[in-house]
């Protein structure tokens, strides 16, 4: 059994030390759905929302999650994004999310892009529950991670 490293050898939780970890590039791909229906879908791709570009607006908002990831998860370093990219798409019964996160540092930033794709699906539903309240959120998970000693990792 794998030993977790938010975990100190006493049980108690604890930031890991990457001090003395070299700088590589890294870089997290992630994604996620939020299931609706084909009206609200419809509203969603029009870009023609009260509220606006539904769109835009989750797409910024996951850009500035990810650059607070640190702030929101309690045991991740704060680091210098390099590149944020997140995408809204429309696809077969709703939306699909996706981000890519990269830096070159001592740790990943798998974090980073699970945040940014789940503040994106948040924003959607925010976005589009005046018209839909039953949305789901589902799937959302890690796709890939490049770099670090653990080396590359796919779904």
């Known amino acids: 059994m794998s030993k977790l490293t938010h975990i100190d050898e006493t049980g108690r939780a604890r930031m890991v030390d990457v001090s003395n970890k070299p700088d590589t590039a890294r ?7 939020v299931r609706m229906t084909a009206a609200t879908l419809a509203l969603a791709v029009s870009g023609e929302g009260k509220k606006g570009d539904v769109r835009a607006v989750a797409e910024i908002a996951g850009v500035m999650a990810a650059k607070q990831t640190s ?10 994004l390099s590149k944020v990219e997140v995408r809204v798409e ?3 019964g709703g939306l699909s999310v996706s981000a890519r996160v990269r830096t070159t540092g001592p740790t990943g930033v798998e974090m980073e892009a699970l945040t940014a794709v ?11 529950k005046a018209a839909e309240k039953g949305m789901v959120i589902e799937t959302v998970r890690l796709v890939s991670k490049t770099g670090g000693k653990s080396g590359d990792w796919s779904a």
């Open 27 to 33: 870089e997290a791909v992630a994604e996620g759905f």
């Open 71 to 80: 702030n929101l998860i309690p045991m991740c370093h704060p680091l210098g």
């Open 90 to 92: 429309p696809a077969s």
């Open 118 to 128: 789940s503040v994106t699906c948040l924003t959607l539903y925010d976005m589009l």
